[in-house]
T-cell receptor, first 113, second 115 residues
Framework: QKEVEQNSGPLSVPEGAIASLNCTYS??????FFWYRQYSGKSPELIMS????GDKEDGRFTAQLNKASQYVSLLIRDSQPSDSATYLC?????????????FGAGTRLAVHP | GAVVSQHPSRVICKSGTSVKIECRSL??????MFWYRQFPKQSLMLMAT?????????EQGVEKDKFLINHASLTLSTLTVTSAHPEDSSFYIC???????????FGPGTRLLVL
């Protein structure tokens, strides 16, 4: 069974700071990675996907992938209180003959004014 | 694009009744839809994978006779919680995947309360 590990947090950062969220995965063969954001009481929404080693930037968000070390991270620049949510890392799993996502337990981020 | 809807958003029912939840992909065809359950302050838990025109694949420990899944078209999957009990009270979320992609797009969820 593939595993995706995240620190549950909470990760507390001041407004304006950089929030760094980390995720490690067990399957060295994984090729694609996803970050979802889930506000309390809401369903997850896709923030970013990354497929290649290195950085991928989208606005204030940067995803970083290091396949050799089997980790993927999400950086949030200029953190805002509205970024306070749980961030889920996900990796596809093709075992069992069908494609599903394995989610980490999520890291709760709290951005305080 | 990639909008997924769920209906109803919230339902309260008596113990022993059945509840049907609909999941629709509004602007794309979804060959595969997923059903998740999430209890308060807990992780997402995949219940089953639903492929259009075929039987759903249930995760270990999920009762297929209690949670009936139908995926009759490329834009609609339904989850029926049969003979619901208070312990079935939870947040049920569907997601849909576009053919040949790995990204899942989530519906807004259905909050079920069984009295």
């Amino acid at each position: 069974q593939k595993e995706v590990e995240q620190n549950s947090g909470p990760l507390s950062v001041p407004e304006g700071a950089i929030a760094s969220l980390n995720c490690t995965y067990s399957d060295r063969g994984s090729q694609s990675f996803f970050w979802y954001r889930q506000y309390s009481g809401k369903s997850p929404e896709l923030i970013m996907s990354i497929y290649s080693n290195g950085d991928k930037e989208d606005g204030r968000f940067t995803a970083q992938l290091n396949k050799a070390s089997q980790y993927v991270s999400l950086l949030i620049r200029d953190s805002q209180p509205s970024d306070s949510a749980t961030y889920l890392c996900a990796v596809p799993d093709f075992s069992g003959g069908y494609n599903k996502l394995i989610f980490g337990a999520g890291t709760r981020l709290a951005v305080h004014p | 694009g990639a909008v997924v809807s769920q209906h109803p958003s919230r339902v309260i029912c008596k113990s022993g009744t059945s509840v049907k939840i609909e999941c629709r992909s509004l602007d794309f065809q979804a060959t595969t839809m997923f059903w998740y359950r999430q209890f308060p302050k807990q992780s997402l838990m995949l219940m089953a994978t639903s492929n259009e025109g075929s039987k759903a694949t249930y995760e270990q420990g999920v009762e297929k006779d209690k949670f009936l899944i139908n995926h009759a078209s490329l834009t609609l999957s339904t989850l029926t919680v049969t003979s619901a009990h208070p312990e079935d009270s939870s947040f049920y979320i569907c997601s849909a995947r576009i053919l040949a992609q790995e990204t899942q797009y989530f519906g807004p969820g259905t909050r079920l309360l069984v009295l």
